[in-house]
C-alpha cells in the first residue's frame, strides 16, 4: 500500500501571523500599560500636590489665628464673628482666613468653625454647641480646615485639624531646649533614663506635652517698699516706672543698670496687711518676719528679723502695732524672708497645714549688683527636712550643673504648696503669694544684663541649676519653674516643671500631673495668659478626594 503524504505547505504563514498577532498584543499591552503608569504617575504627584497645599493651608491657618491665645475670648472673634462685639470679645474676623492662594502648582484657602458636630464627634464638641450661640468657641478649641487645587484641576485635597490654645503649666512638663527634639520630658531612646510620665492629656502623644518654642518668664520690677535691699535707688526705681502704679516689668525686660528681683502684679496680691496692698515674691517675702522661734536660730539668727514694710505713702500700722515684728522701710538688715549676702540651708521641719512661708534667696551681695558683676551667694538647699512653702531662688551666677547647683532639693526632702494662710496663722496676708509654685528658680540680674539672651533664646538657658532628688521619699507637692537647668535623681514631682533644660537622670523618678496646679496656670508673678500658644491638635489630620467649596464653613468630608 502506498501511504499518503499530507501537504503542510502554509503552516508558517499561519504560525508567523499568529507571533506576528501575540507581538503585536503585547506591545499594544505594554504601551497601554506605559501610559497608564505614566497617567498614575502624574495623577499621583498632582494629589500628592494639593494635599501638600492643603496641608500648607492649615499651617498658614493657624498662624493665622495665633493672636486668640491672646484673646479674652479665645477662637470666638473668627466662629462668631457676628457676635463676637457682644461678647465682649471686641470686633469680628473674617471665618475664612484666605481664599484661593497661589503657591507653587496650585491654591489654597482655609477657614475655621467652632469645634462641633460633624466637624468633631458630638461627645467632644464644644458645650456650646447645642445652645443659642453654637458658633461661640467656650472651650479654647477649634476647626481648622484647608483644601487646595492643584493648577490642572485634576488635584483636589481637603485637610482638617483640631486647633487648640494650650499652655506648658497645664502639663506635667515643658522644656524649651531638648537634646532630642520634639523634646519629651523624657527622652527618647531612654537617654537621660526611664521615669513614670502622667501628662496631663492622655491622650497627648507619647512622653509628655508638646515643645514650645518659647516659655513664659516672670515680671520683674522694683520693690514696693525698699529697693536698697536689692541694689537700686528709690528715685532709681520711680524714674523707671514701667506701668503706674506698678513697679514691675513683663519680658522684654528694660535695659540699662537696673538691678531688678521677682515680683509679681497687685491683681493676684495676697500678702497685704496694715492696711495696704503688696505685690509679688520679693516684697510678700520681705514682709514676713523671720522668728527663730518659728524657724530656728540657724535660719533667722538669735533675735527676730523683723518683716520690713511700707512707709510710704501711708505708714503700714503693723509697724506701731507690732514693733517686736515689724519695721517700716528703710530695711537696713531687718528683710524678713529674703536672704542676701549668703546661702539658705533649710535645715528644719517646717509643716504646719495651715501656715505656709514664702522664702526669697538673693544672688549676690547688694553693693555688687548694679554693676552686674556680681557673683556669689543665692544658694538654696533642702535635705532631709520638709518644708510647707514657696522659694524663689535667684542663684549665684556661676555656670556650674556638677558641684555648684543653685537648689538642691535632696535626700528625702519633701516640699508641698499650698494655698494657705500666713506663716503666723492669721488672715493679714490672705492666702501664700505664689500658690500653687514650689520652687520658682530664675537669675533676674542675667534676665536684664544679658538680654535678649539667655531667656529669650530657648536654647541659651540661664546659668542656674536645680538638683532634686537623690534618695527614696524624695518629694515635690506642687509646680517647678526654672530659667535655666534642671536636673531629676529619684524624686516624686507632683505637679509638673517648666525649665530651660530638662534633665531626668533616673529611672525611678516619677511625674504626675496635679490638676489643682496645673489649672491654676499661670502662678502669681506671670503675665495673664503667659505661656499660651495655639498648637495643632496631633493625629487629627483628615484628608478628603471629593469636597464642596468650604468658604461658608467646613463641610462634612465624602
Not at 502648582?105 to 450661640?133: E, F, H, K, M
Not at 512622653?207 to 518668664?217: E, K, S, T
Not at 520638709?386 to 547647683?405: K, P, Q
Not at 540661664?462 to 517647678?480: R, V, Y
Amino acid at each position: 500500500m502506498t501511504p499518503t503524504l499530507n501537504d503542510q505547505r502554509g503552516s508558517v504563514l499561519i504560525i508567523a501571523i499568529i507571533a506576528m498577532l501575540i507581538l503585536g498584543i503585547l506591545s499594544f499591552s505594554f504601551a497601554l500599560l506605559s501610559k497608564i503608569e505614566l497617567t498614575t504617575g502624574v495623577n499621583y504627584k498632582i494629589q500628592a500636590q494639593a494635599e501638600s497645599l492643603a496641608e500648607a493651608g492649615l499651617e498658614r491657618g493657624r498662624d493665622a489665628v495665633r493672636s486668640a491665645a491672646s484673646e479674652t475670648c479665645g477662637f470666638t472673634r473668627w466662629t462668631d464673628a457676628a457676635g463676637s462685639n457682644g461678647y465682649g470679645c471686641g470686633a469680628g474676623l473674617a471665618a475664612l482666613l484666605f481664599n484661593g492662594v497661589s503657591l507653587g502648582p496650585g491654591t489654597y484657602s482655609a477657614v475655621i468653625d467652632n469645634d462641633c458636630s460633624p466637624l468633631v464627634p458630638t461627645a467632644i464638641q464644644d458645650a456650646g454647641c447645642t445652645g443659642a450661640t453654637p458658633a461661640r468657641d467656650t472651650n479654647e478649641t477649634a476647626v481648622v480646615t484647608a483644601w487646595a487645587t492643584s493648577s490642572s484641576g485634576q488635584g483636589r485635597a481637603r485637610v482638617r485639624a483640631v486647633i487648640g490654645i494650650d499652655n506648658p503649666w497645664k502639663h506635667v512638663c515643658s522644656n524649651s531646649s531638648q537634646d532630642n527634639p520634639p523634646g519629651y520630658c523624657n527622652e527618647p531612646a531612654n537617654r537621660n533614663g526611664s521615669p513614670t510620665i502622667t501628662p496631663a492629656d492622655p491622650n497627648e502623644y507619647p512622653g509628655g506635652p508638646a515643645a514650645y518654642d518659647d516659655l513664659p518668664r516672670p515680671q520683674l520690677g522694683c520693690s514696693d517698699i525698699d529697693p536698697t535691699v536689692h541694689g537700686w535707688t528709690a528715685a532709681g526705681c520711680a524714674a523707671w516706672v514701667a506701668y503706674p502704679g506698678y513697679l514691675r516689668q513683663t519680658y522684654p525686660y528694660p535695659a540699662g543698670a537696673t538691678r531688678l528681683v521677682v515680683t509679681g502684679d497687685r491683681s493676684v496680691s495676697n500678702c497685704d496687711g496694715g492696711g495696704l496692698q503688696y505685690q509679688g515674691y520679693f516684697d510678700c517675702a520681705l514682709t514676713t518676719p523671720c522668728d527663730p522661734a518659728v524657724f530656728g536660730n540657724s535660719i533667722c539668727g538669735g533675735s527676730v528679723r523683723k518683716g520690713c514694710v511700707k512707709a510710704l505713702p501711708t505708714p503700714d500700722t503693723r509697724a506701731a502695732s507690732n514693733p517686736s515684728y515689724y519695721k517700716l522701710a528703710p530695711c537696713g538688715t531687718d528683710t524678713g524672708m529674703v536672704f542676701r549676702d549668703a546661702d539658705l540651708n533649710w535645715n528644719i521641719n517646717y509643716t504646719p497645714t495651715n501656715k505656709g512661708v514664702l522664702l526669697y534667696v538673693m544672688r549676690g551681695a547688694a553693693t555688687d549688683i548694679p554693676a552686674y558683676t556680681n557673683i556669689g551667694h543665692g544658694i538654696f538647699q533642702l535635705q532631709s527636712n520638709d518644708l510647707n512653702g514657696i522659694v524663689v531662688i535667684e542663684g549665684n551666677g556661676v555656670a556650674d550643673c556638677n558641684s555648684n547647683r543653685d537648689l538642691n532639693h535632696k535626700n528625702g526632702a519633701r516640699i508641698w504648696t499650698k494655698q494657705t494662710m500666713s506663716w503666723d496663722g492669721t488672715n493679714a496676708y490672705g492666702n501664700l503669694y505664689g500658690y500653687p509654685l514650689a520652687y520658682l528658680i530664675y537669675d533676674p540680674v542675667a534676665a536684664v544684663a544679658n538680654a535678649p539672651q539667655p531667656t529669650a533664646n530657648p536654647l541659651n538657658p540661664q546659668n542656674t541649676c536645680a538638683d532634686m532628688g537623690s534618695a527614696s521619699g524624695t518629694e515635690i507637692h506642687g509646680l517647678i519653674y526654672s530659667g535655666g537647668h534642671t536636673q531629676f535623681n529619684p524624686v516624686a514631682v507632683d505637679g509638673g516643671v517648666i525649665a530651660f533644660e530638662i534633665q531626668t537622670q533616673s529611672s525611678s523618678a516619677i511625674y504626675g500631673y496635679n490638676t489643682t496646679f496645673g489649672n491654676a496656670a499661670p502662678p502669681p508673678g506671670f503675665p495673664t495668659g503667659s505661656g499660651n500658644q495655639v498648637i495643632l491638635v496631633r493625629k487629627s489630620f483628615l484628608v478628603c478626594a471629593d469636597y464642596n467649596a468650604d468658604t461658608g464653613g467646613g463641610t462634612s468630608c465624602r
